[in-house]
């Protein structure tokens, strides 16, 4: 059985900073891509930054040059680092791991239960 177990989140005044974490545990053989994915009230769910268990990264537009996406792999543990937040980065922050597992070893893509991020003018 995989977790993905998320913390960090918060109220945050605009400008301020927030670091989320995301630890994943159980039967794990590998982890490849890492990321993070929001969703604001009435609207979809969108991916706000991702990176390979190389360290390659990528990032949404809106958050490029504020957020900062980092794993340590020992650890499987994966971080966002927020700075310079605004109002609209108010969501419920997510993350997802593609993990191989089990006695099978298969990828499956995992979930974090969500953690709120708001951020207040």
């Known amino acids: 059985q995989v977790q993905l177990v998320e913390s960090g989140g918060g109220l945050v005044q605009a400008g301020g900073s927030l670091r989320l974490s995301c630890a994943a545990s159980?039967?794990?053989?590998?982890?490849?891509?890492m990321g993070w994915y929001r969703q604001a009230p009435g609207k979809q769910r969108e991916l706000v930054a991702a990176i390979t268990s190389g360290g390659n990264t990528n990032y949404a537009d809106s958050v490029k040059g504020r957020f900062t996406i980092s794993r340590d792999n020992a650890k499987n543990t994966v971080y966002l680092q927020m700075n310079s937040l605004k109002p609209e980065d108010t969501a419920v922050y997510y993350c997802?791991?593609?993990?191989?597992?089990?006695?099978?070893?298969?990828?499956?893509?995992?979930w974090g239960q969500g953690t709120q991020v708001t951020v207040s003018s």
């Open positions: 159980g039967s794990i053989f590998s982890i490849n891509a």
């Open positions: 997802n791991a593609d993990i191989l597992s089990g006695s099978r070893l298969m990828w499956r893509d995992y």
